[in-house]
């Protein structure tokens, strides 16, 4: 076997030149070529403690599958990352690595970490494109399980309940399959393809995925029961979109993010579908620092927008959103207006004609200055208005991308499930919930928060399940 | 895919489907909506559900060919698919206890007044419905009110039919004569529901309106069809897909929601012309 690869410094990613990428909507990192994976995998240790490991919310036997790839058998890295993720093509690309496996490399001790997503990826890619080895259909061990919400927490619940012979159904309220994957996160960062493919490889497995469903309101969690299913892992995500409640937010041209993205992604406003109405050009304005918010602008960038601004109370220091996406969009052109909050949005208004068309749309947004006050109850310190600092931005359209509050429609349907005073599904360390052989996790019992993370839950939800139903 | 199993032309612009979707059909009460779209990469479309046939497992929908999916929707014969069908989606609406009511329909609004009618008539209220139409040739489901309704007024705004004016001059009537009800309903155009909300308002006369706003997932996503109510003094946004869509008339910003109504106009007649202009292109 080759040396270790001793540079302090990882191998860089590809991506598409920014000023290119900024007008199109082709994913923005190319991903390794098999000599970069394989000398990025020379620069791993394998340490026999294997602390990136215990960074990854689903465990993936990380320093394993990187020998596999030192050894060019690409194949075999892949086997490995599947036994313990259902999904590599998409962690590969939007887990927060850098706060999570990566964060625990001893080379980035001194130097860089391991670029172990970018190896993920990498594998994952590989295997789609040139393996032709069908998963095995596992032996049915007779039991039906069904999974609310086709999304990260879902398909990985059902992913690992299949492989152990479960008759799984997943239930999907939209008419595509991968919740936020498809809805939300953009095609320049996920590409819809790689989430069909998952899919695909999850129905090959034996996964049942029924479209259409609302389940709260086409059939209720004790009726699932009814039909047979023996336990119920509720996926169903985050909910209704937060707004600021200052005035104007009802103009034409607020959007909240989800609807901004959902009408990009999932209805394909991107490909400039002709059923899709979107506003596009201008000057955007989106409220919010995380990664949705960076991803409302750059789609907006992309979808023809003169000028983009990031609008975040706090500083660039406290940014929610991922580095890497921060540093994208900055490269891309976004303006980032910090320590700035919105108080108002503007809208037309021609006094001398009530039926001119601009009216009631949005012309711009007053905000104030904000400046750092003493931390909160969690440390984070508390932004503060500068008095006297109002100024005005002139846009077109604003996006609210500040948040989401959980979804009503399992909880009012679903006689004695417990929520907390936000919301959220409440559930114990195994994802069970206060009802009997209903398990919940993602979004829906968290708020927003990551992929990797609902994905964690879905996983540790598989095998409550596995445990309870094996009894 | 879902079937169509009826295809029946109510009147020039507006068509019935009775649409195959047994569990939906199962749980539909009236008030409720279920999304469609027509095709694959289509635009996702909420309707109202105008009935359903528990027996054979179908849906009722009745709609106005207004844009592009309605037009292409239009198209679709008996026997054929389209390509996703989902509900009942939104809060029913509330019936119990309720004695003395008026409903009061307006275009194909109507379509989504009649189970209602239906269902208040069922439990044994006394039903006033007034129904009213741009003229003669737009009329619908007149039979079907009759045999829900104990008192049916018929407008047209052009007297080509029943009584001449629209529907708040019958409504006005009754509530001048003294009439009490225990509830108006109201479903139709925006401008026709905040008019019934006026004419109400001095008789202090509950008013119950339909909102039917854009909307993508109608599920409590999306955020699209939030619209503004006065809350004793106060705005709060409530979302018609999951909160509604019934809301109390009195409460609700029509003006704000008749501007949102009006954000896509342009885009729509584009794509009405251009699915029309497809059709012609398949006839030749």
Known sequence: MAKTNMSLIRNAMPTQDAKVRAHNFDEVALGYTEEQAIDEAMRCLNCKNMPCVDGCPVKIHIPEFISKIKDGDFEGAYQIITKSSSLPAVCGRVCPQESQCESKCVRGIKGESVGIGRLERFVADWHNTFSTEEPAHPVSNGHRVAIVGSGPSGLTCAGDLAKKGYDVTVYEALHTAGGVLVYGIPEFRLPKKIVAKEVDTLKKLGVHIETNVVIGKTLTIDELFEIGYEAVFVGSGAGLPNFMGIPGESLKGVYSANEFLTRSNLMKAYLNSPETPIMKGGKVAVVGGGNVAMDAARTALRLGAEKVYIVYRRSMEELPARREEVEHAEEEGIEFRLLCNPIEILGYNNPDDTRDPKNGFVRAMICVRMELGAPDERGRRRPVVIPDSEFTIDVDSVIMSIGTSPNPLIKSTTEGLEVNRWGGIVVNEDGLTSRNAVYAGGDAVTGAATVISAMGAGKTAAKAIDDYLSK | ?284
């Open chain 2, 1 to 284: 895919m879902y079937k169509i199993v009826e295809k029946k032309i109510l009147n020039p612009t507006v068509i019935q489907f009775y649409i195959e979707a047994p569990l939906v059909a199962n749980k539909a009460k009236p008030g409720q909506f279920i999304i469609l779209r027509v095709d694959e990469d289509g635009e996702r479309i909420p309707l109202t559900v105008a009935g359903v046939n528990k027996e054979n497992g179908t849906v009722k929908i009745i709609f106005q060919v207004v844009g592009g999916t309605t037009k292409k929707l239009s198209y679709k014969e008996a026997g054929e698919y389209i390509q996703d069908f989902v509900g009942p989606l939104g809060v029913a609406t509330h019936l119990d206890g309720l004695k003395k009511v008026c409903i009061v329909g307006g275009g194909v609004g109507c379509a989504i007044a009649m189970p209602i009618a239906e269902a208040l008539h069922k439990n044994g209220a006394h039903v006033t419905s007034i129904i009213g139409f741009r003229n003669k040739d737009l009329l619908i489901l007149e039979d079907e009110f009759k045999a829900c309704s104990d008192t049916l007024h018929v407008m047209t705004d052009d007297g080509s039919y029943g009584k001449y004016g629209n529907v708040t001059v019958p409504l006005k009537a009754m509530l001048e004569a003294g009439d009490k009800f225990d509830m108006i309903i109201t479903i139709g155009p925006l401008i026709m529901m905040k008019f019934v909300v006026a004419t109400a308002r001095p008789y202090g006369t509950p008013v119950t309106a339909s909102m039917n706003p854009i909307m993508i997932d109608g599920t409590g996503m999306c955020g699209g069809c939030r619209l503004t109510l006065n809350v004793d003094g106060k705005k709060v946004t409530k979302f018609a897909c999951v909160d509604g869509p019934d809301f109390n008339g009195y409460e609700i910003d029509f003006d704000e929601a008749m501007s949102r109504g009006r954000m896509y106009s342009d885009f729509e007649r584009h794509a009405y012309e251009n699915s029309c202009n497809l059709f012609k292109k398949e006839v030749q």
